[in-house]
Every structure is written in structure tokens, then in C-alpha cells.
Nanobody
Framework: VQLQASGGGLVQAGDSLRLSCAPSGRTFSRYNMGWFRQAPGKEREFVAAINWSGGRTDYADSAKGRFTISRDNEENTTYLQMNNLKPEDTAVYYC?????????????????WGQGTQVTVSS
């Protein structure tokens, strides 16, 4: 089972990107999904999460007001729309799936991880 994250790239400050995450080998429509990121020399940190139905979301303070997490269960895809990107958003972004009944921010609650997609924001 793998999660495929895509949509990263090199952009300028103020630009937007939409990341996508799709699983292979399994449907994740009943899993809570999360996005995390890891900058060079830093620990992987929580960005956003969404519950299985899409009715509940949670954001890190750094993402609130700029990022939007969503999902399309018919397409079995989770998205992270990132607007007004800043240089400090530069990181490898990972999507992850959790079997926990509640959305959460802890990495340990996510059993399945994607390979990551690089986002680089130049000033």
C-alpha cells in the first residue's frame, strides 16, 4: 500500500500550489488523512488533517488562513491547496493516512505515508 503525493514544485513567494495524494492498492475513503512537512534539518511537522467524510478539518497555526485541506472520496484523493506561499513553507510535503477514529496531529497515529513531494518557495 502506498500513498502517492504530487503537485510540488518551485514557486515564488505569494504563489499557490495544490498538492494531491492518492493511494495505490487500497481505498482510503474511511481513513482520516493528514499532510505533514519536513524542512532540511528540522523534524517532520503537522500541517493539516481531515476526517474520513471531509466534515472536520484541523490546521497548524502556520497553515491557517492560507492552506485548505479537502478530499474527494469518489476519486480517492486528498488535496492540500496552498495559497500565499512563503519561503518558510519550503519543505518536503508528505501525506499520511490514519486509522484512528479522530483526526489528530501526532505522526505516530498515521500508519500509512507517501513518499513526499518537494515544495520550494523563493523570495
Amino acid at each position: 500500500v502506498q500513498l502517492q503525493a504530487s503537485g510540488g514544485g518551485l514557486v515564488q513567494a505569494g504563489d499557490s500550489l495544490r498538492l494531491s495524494c492518492a493511494p495505490s492498492g487500497r481505498t482510503f475513503s474511511r481513513y482520516n488523512m493528514g499532510w505533514f512537512r519536513q524542512a532540511p534539518g528540522k523534524e517532520r511537522e503537522f500541517v493539516a488533517a481531515i476526517n474520513w467524510s471531509g466534515g472536520r478539518t484541523d490546521y497548524a497555526d502556520s497553515a491557517k488562513g492560507r492552506f485548505t485541506i479537502s478530499r474527494d472520496n469518489e476519486e480517492n484523493t486528498t488535496y492540500l491547496q496552498m495559497n500565499n506561499l512563503k519561503p518558510e513553507d519550503t519543505a518536503v510535503y508528505y501525506c499520511a493516512a490514519s486509522e484512528s477514529p479522530y483526526i489528530n496531529r501526532a505522526r505516530g497515529n498515521y500508519a500509512y505515508w507517501g513518499q513526499g513531494t518537494q515544495v520550494t518557495v523563493s523570495s
